[in-house]
């Protein structure tokens, strides 16, 4: 198997970071073979910044459309065994090619792998996500959001068929594409932290109604197949439970609600989840105990 890889940067706007993101693609312990940058019609100085790289990135002028036809745009222009996405705002480890390649290359029914990562910026912390991966049942949930997959942390085999849904806007358009992609093959995690993430006001998470225009995105693809739908009410069920462990009471109760209203047959788990929505006092509690216990044992 060959060991090719094509980089893609979907860019908008992104003159403040992207040479520092070029120049992580440019240090990488393995060469890529094509670097490739879509301006997705930015209106700063993202091209000009990317024009000083000529001869070593190749860059792709659009008027602006929207990340997902830019990386899709991207992906097509691919010639390589392999397609690694990294976002304009972020950068890799040096060793973040070499290790996806190494891992790849030992399952030849990978349709793609992907990493930990680090975030910096706003907010800082390192991704760890085998416990989550580990506990993906494979054909009874989606993937995503189950196991928090960035496009800049993944890896992708040139050969699959699946693609960014340009009709989802940035509303988890890429979790969509990751459990398209899911369903052509195998997906590997590697336990390393290979991207560091960057955490701005102008990341799409941020942005007002995101959340909900994503899961109602992910209701709209997903409600077709009897069995999608009920993978993704298996999907939504867990990360209710994720998020009520987390103590994440605002997006808890929003997925509550949104179960609740999108499931209406499942009579027996509404009544569960209302009743959960009205336990916040209880949590706090059981944690306010919990903290004093472990206040007594430092004492002790």
């Not at 198997?1 to 893609?8: D, L, Q, R």
């Given at each position: 198997?060959?060991?090719?890889?094509?980089?893609?940067i979907p860019a908008f706007n992104a003159a403040s970071y992207i040479a520092e993101t070029i120049n992580s693609v440019l240090q990488q312990s393995l060469s890529a073979e094509k670097i490739i940058v879509v301006d997705d019609g930015s209106t700063d100085d993202t091209a000009e910044i990317v024009k000083?790289?000529?001869?070593?990135?190749?860059?792709?002028?659009?008027?602006?459309?929207?990340?997902?036809?830019?990386?899709?745009?991207?992906?097509?222009?691919?010639?390589?065994?392999?397609?690694?996405?990294?976002?304009?705002?972020?950068?890799?480890?040096?060793?973040?090619?070499?290790?996806?390649?190494?891992?790849?290359?030992?399952?030849?029914?990978?349709?793609?792998?992907?990493?930990?990562?680090?975030?910096?910026?706003?907010?800082?912390?390192?991704?760890?996500?085998?416990?989550?991966?580990?506990?993906?049942?494979?054909?009874?949930?989606?993937?995503?959001?189950?196991?928090?997959?960035?496009?800049?942390?993944?890896?992708?085999?040139?050969?699959?068929?699946?693609?960014?849904?340009?009709?989802?806007?940035?509303?988890?358009?890429?979790?969509?594409?990751?459990?398209?992609?899911?369903?052509?093959?195998?997906?590997?995690?590697?336990?390393?932290?290979?991207?560091?993430?960057?955490?701005?006001?102008?990341?799409?998470?941020?942005?007002?109604?995101?959340?909900?225009?994503?899961?109602?995105?992910?209701?709209?693809?997903?409600?077709?197949?009897?069995?999608?739908?009920?993978?993704?009410?298996?999907?939504?069920?867990?990360?209710?439970?994720?998020?009520?462990?987390?103590?994440?009471?605002?997006?808890?109760?929003?997925?509550?609600?949104?179960?609740?209203?999108?499931?209406?047959?499942?009579?027996?788990?509404?009544?569960?989840?209302?009743?959960?929505?009205?336990?916040?006092?209880?949590?706090?509690?059981?944690?306010?105990?919990?903290?004093?216990?472990?206040?007594?044992?430092?004492?002790?």
């Open positions: 198997m060959n060991g090719s890889v094509t980089v893609v000083k790289f000529q001869g070593t990135v190749e860059l792709i002028q659009l008027k602006n459309s929207g990340v997902s036809h830019a990386r899709n745009m991207g992906f097509g222009l691919a010639t390589s065994d392999w397609v690694a996405f990294l976002d304009s705002d972020d950068t890799w480890h040096e060793r973040k090619l070499q290790v996806c390649l190494d891992t790849a290359q030992r399952t030849p029914s990978c349709s793609f792998v992907f990493s930990d990562f680090r975030t910096f910026g706003s907010e800082t912390g390192d991704q760890v996500l085998g416990e989550n991966f580990r506990n993906w049942q494979v054909s009874e949930q989606l993937l995503v959001p189950l196991v928090c997959v960035l496009p800049s942390a993944a890896f992708v085999r040139r050969s699959t068929m699946s693609r960014f849904p340009e009709w989802a806007g940035n509303d988890c358009e890429d979790s969509i594409y990751f459990n398209d992609l899911a369903d052509e093959g195998q997906v590997l995690h590697i336990p390393e932290v290979l991207v560091n993430y960057r955490r701005h006001e102008m990341s799409a998470q941020k942005q007002t109604g995101s959340r909900e225009r994503g899961c109602e995105n992910l209701l709209k693809r997903y409600s077709g197949e009897v069995n999608d739908r009920k993978r993704l009410a298996n999907t939504l069920l867990t990360l209710i439970q994720q998020k009520r462990q987390m103590r994440q009471w605002d997006y808890h109760n929003y997925l509550c609600k949104f179960f609740i209203k999108h499931w209406p047959d499942q009579l027996g788990t509404a009544f569960v989840l209302r009743a959960v929505m009205l336990a916040k006092p209880i949590y706090d509690l059981k944690d306010a105990v919990d903290l004093r216990s472990n206040d007594r044992i430092v004492d002790a």
